[in-house]
């Protein structure tokens, strides 16, 4: 079975601290995404890989930086969390090309910051 | 980015009560998806629509892409309580840069036993 796994399902974390949030997929997809989901907001995406080393902005990346040093580890780190950063933060991943758009999604980590 | 308007926000239904909801943009899409979240998981992807007009099944689910490539479509038929959850349209307009899809904000459903 295909898997996307996110590292914590639960993170607490205080105010200035750096936040590193891991994902691994296990299907040598090219492309991975960082979003976050907030209760009315749906899914916002941070950022997103489609290549080792590569990265692209997505609709909200202030605040955030990601990095991909092998092709399935895609990291999202917080360099200094806000509590507006409080959210689900949810990693996916997919092919390149035909297939691009079938996005496979990790559980999820729910990341307070207090 | 893009918006997409998803309605309704929220249902509760009877089980065996058949369901809809739709997904609306002011701007042409080339591609139309449907995901479903459960409760405590990441989405999984329900339904893919590729060619305007298309019609889809999956199970008791159908899907359907607009004509005027502006809109789709998810209904559920026979509900039962496993179908709970939210429900994400998600699309790649038209022109867009490759791999970034659209969401829309969701239709959580509520089943009532």
């Known amino acids: 079975d295909v898997k996307v796994t996110q590292s914590s399902r639960y993170l607490v974390k205080r105010t200035g601290e750096k936040v590193f949030l891991e994902c691994v997929q296990d299907?040598?997809?090219?492309?991975m995404f960082w979003y976050r989901q907030d209760p009315g907001l749906g899914l916002r995406l941070i950022y997103f890989?489609?290549?080792?080393?590569?990265?692209e902005k997505g609709d909200i990346p202030e605040g955030y930086s990601v990095s991909r040093e092998k092709k399935e580890r895609f990291s999202l780190i917080l360099e200094s969390a806000s509590t507006n950063q409080t959210s689900m933060y949810l990693c996916?991943?997919?092919?390149?090309?035909?297939?691009?758009?079938?996005?496979?999604f990790g559980s999820g980590t729910q990341l307070s910051v207090l | 980015g893009q918006q997409l308007n998803q309605n309704p926000q929220s249902m509760f239904i009877q089980e065996g009560e058949d369901v809809s909801m739709n997904c609306t943009s002011s701007s042409i899409f080339n591609t139309w998806l449907w995901y479903k979240q459960d409760p405590g998981e990441g989405p999984v992807l329900l339904i893919a629509l590729y060619k305007a007009g298309e019609l889809t099944s999956n199970g008791r689910l159908t899907a359907q892409f607009g004509i005027t490539r502006k809109d789709s479509f998810l209904n559920i038929s026979a509900s039962i309580p496993s179908d709970v959850g939210i429900y994400f349209c998600?699309?790649?307009?038209?022109?867009?840069?490759?791999?970034?899809?659209?969401f829309g904000k969701g239709t959580k459903l509520s089943v009532i036993p």
């Open positions: 299907m040598d997809h090219e492309n």
């Open positions: 996916a991943s997919s092919l390149s090309g035909q297939g691009h758009e079938k996005l496979f």
């Open positions: 890989s489609y290549d080792v080393k590569m990265k």
């Open positions: 998600a699309g790649q307009p038209s022109g867009a840069g490759s791999y970034q899809l659209t």
